[in-house]
């Protein structure tokens, strides 16, 4: 999935939309991937997986980036869910 990193953000926060894409809110700059690391770990609690099965894909220099979300197959129903409430689209 696509996700956009608003760095250097009043605080941390997944939610909303841009572009069509899921906004991730992080209070760190965009300075030597500490935005990026910040983005995966805050998408991984607010969908409640580990964050090591958040992982970067491709976009390590851009606020767009696409992520991969590794999750067992009973996990993934709940996890999409989520994942459309954040993005404002109600979901369930």
Same mark, same amino acid.
């Given at each position: 999935?696509?996700?956009?990193?608003?760095?250097?953000?009043?605080?941390?926060?997944?939610?909303?939309?841009?572009?069509?894409?899921?906004? +991730? %809110?992080?209070?760190?700059? &965009?300075? *030597?991937? #500490?935005?990026?690391?910040?983005?995966?770990?805050?998408?991984?609690? $607010?969908?409640?997986?580990?964050?090591?099965? +958040? %992982?970067?894909?491709?976009? &390590?220099? *851009?606020? #767009?980036?696409?992520?991969?979300?590794?999750?067992?197959?009973?996990? $993934?129903?709940?996890?999409?869910?989520?994942?459309? %409430?954040?993005?404002?689209?109600?979901?369930?």
């Amino acid at each position: 999935m696509e996700i956009h990193v608003r760095p250097s953000s009043s605080g941390t926060a997944v939610g909303g939309e841009y572009d069509g894409v899921l906004v +991730v %809110r992080v209070i760190e700059p &965009a300075d *030597s991937g #500490r935005a990026t690391e910040a983005a995966l770990r805050a998408v991984a609690k $607010a969908v409640a997986v580990p964050h090591r099965s +958040v %992982r970067l894909v491709r976009g &390590a220099t *851009s606020r #767009r980036k696409l992520i991969e979300i590794e999750v067992s197959q009973q996990e $993934a129903r709940t996890v999409n869910t989520a994942l459309q %409430r954040l993005r404002g689209h109600g979901g369930g």
